[in-house]
Nanobody, 126 residues
């Protein structure tokens, strides 16, 4: 059974930074692409960033490009999302997700992810 546990969320002022972590267990982590998504109240879930199983390929949503960085430490079974220059509109619950197919490429489509964490709240005050 795959488990994903996010941490690192909180309250931050606009312009500040946070680093989210997602710890994975129950599967050989280093063979699977990972993604970050977010959902604000009243909005649909949206793609934020994704990283390949090797860490060599990343994709970002236009809204976060240049401000957010996704990375992974396969030895620690953890994926990170470094968020800089945070804006009020970044406020949301952030979820990490794991693609179920071994060596599947990174994807911006949420439906292609098989496992999800419980989410961590990020609140940016203006």
């Amino acid at each position: 059974q795959v488990q994903l546990v996010e941490s690192g969320g909180g309250l931050v002022q606009a312009g500040g930074s946070l680093r989210l972590s997602c710890a994975a267990s129950g599967r050989t982590f280093n063979s699977y692409a990972m993604g970050w998504f977010r959902q604000a109240p009243g909005n649909e879930r949206e793609f934020v960033a994704t990283i390949s199983w090797s860490g060599t390929s990343t994709i970002y949503a236009d809204s976060v490009k240049g401000r957010f960085t996704v990375s992974r430490d396969n030895a620690e079974n953890t994926v990170y999302l470094q968020m800089n220059s945070l804006k009020f509109e970044d406020t949301a619950v952030y979820y990490c997700a794991l693609r179920g197919g071994r060596y599947d490429p990174p994807s911006i489509a949420g439906y292609q992810y098989d496992y999800w964490g419980q989410g961590t709240q990020v609140t940016v005050s203006s």
